[in-house]
């Protein structure tokens, strides 16, 4: 098997620096789609002239966003500053939104230091024109701490709402068989079981998700290079329950551009942003190939297999330093 893998570029600085240079993105700049109306800006999202001049007239039903949650990485001292922060990117999104319209945030809890930063986070949302609407968990298949603790294996997903948002019920069933048994009811004489209780044999997405795989090295979909891959599935069911065909869907932090790719599946158009020109390329690229070749992804090779091909030096780092061999 042909294996071009790629570590994580926030770790390793040299890899970083020898890749920047073939990013189309300078910090300030945009990039829109010549195929479609997509639009990336290589943007600090709190910077709202950068943000006016990403979105223009452009208004989202949908705003699905992914913060980074390390504090420390981000000369954060404290979750209280964090969230300011936050407070700042919800002011900014809730401007561009629709009076219809759906916001979901990933957010984490750091179990190790009092769930921090989801308390503090969920009153700042208090203060804000958004409703609480759910509180959605997502159950990873693998996970961390099964010997000292309970094995770790939940993303917290909040939905928040204003006004009287689209919620497409028709497009909320799971990909989860109506296996289990024990609801019954008696009807008339009759024993109704579980499978008989809605004309579908699936059941009804409810607010935990445990048909969603999390992307590892073995999934299609996974980038090499990236570190906090959100799974397209998910981002399907946001997508397609709280959007329409047409509409613009926001997304401040894109990372591996997974929320633009949904977004190109379902025939929305997708305005995101992320502050690193290596992640606005990444997405790029991500589109690109998946345009091409129907992948979500580079399970085993990564966006920058061609110029690391080209790259004497770089292939020597990555083979003593990683056994990478290309
Ligand atoms: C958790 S990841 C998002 C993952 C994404 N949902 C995905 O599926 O690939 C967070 C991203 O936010 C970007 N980021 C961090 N601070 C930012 C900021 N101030 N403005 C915009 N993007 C930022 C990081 O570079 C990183 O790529």
């Known amino acids: 098997m042909v294996n071009f893998p790629l570590p994580r570029l926030d770790k390793d ?3 970083y620096k020898s890749l920047l240079k073939y990013c189309r993105l300078q910090p300030g700049e945009i990039w829109s789609d010549p195929l479609a109306k997509h639009r990336i800006g290589c943007i600090e999202c709190t910077d709202k002239d950068s943000v006016a001049k990403l979105i223009g007239d452009a ?10 949650y390390n504090i420390i990485a981000f000369k954060m001292q404290d979750s209280n500053s964090f969230v300011d922060w936050c407070r700042e990117w919800i002011t900014i999104t809730d401007y561009y939104m629709l009076k219809d319209s759906s916001l979901y945030i990933w957010l984490g809890a750091d179990q190790k230091k009092h769930f921090e930063p989801f308390a503090e986070f969920i009153i700042m949302m208090k203060d804000t024109d ?13 996970g961390y701490g099964t010997q000292k603790n309970w094995m770790s294996i939940r993303q917290e997903l909040l939905y928040y709402i204003k006004g009287n ?25 009759k024993v109704t079981e579980n499978i ?9 997405a409810g607010n935990v998700w445990i048909d969603i795989q999390q992307v590892f090295h073995l999934k299609e979909e996974n980038v090499n290079g990236c570190f906090a891959q959100k799974p397209v599935a998910a981002l399907d069911r946001i997508v397609k329950v709280s959007s329409g065909e047409g509409d613009y ?12 790719i949904s977004c190109e599946k379902n025939n929305r158009n997708c305005y995101t942003v992320d502050i690193d020109p290596i992640y606005c ?15 979500l992804g580079w399970q085993n090779s990564n966006p920058f297999e061609n110029e690391i091909k080209a790259d004497k030096r770089l292939q020597k780092y990555l083979n003593e330093k990683y056994n990478i061999k290309y």
């Open 13 to 15: 600085p040299t890899i």
């Open 59 to 68: 208004r989202f039903s949908l705003a699905v966003h992914d913060p980074p």
């Open 130 to 142: 958004f409703k609480s609407r759910s509180f959605i968990t997502m159950r990873n298949q693998r």
């Open 165 to 189: 948002p689209k919620f497409n019920t028709s497009n909320v069933y799971t990909n989860i068989s109506k296996v289990v048994k024990g609801y019954y009811k008696e009807i008339n004489g």
């Open 196 to 204: 008989e209780r809605s004309r579908s044999d699936k059941i009804r």
């Open 249 to 260: 869907v926001l997304d401040f932090f894109s990372h591996s551009g997974t929320t633009l």
């Open 281 to 295: 390329e990444i997405s790029i690229r991500r589109l690109e190939r998946y345009r091409q070749t129907g992948l």
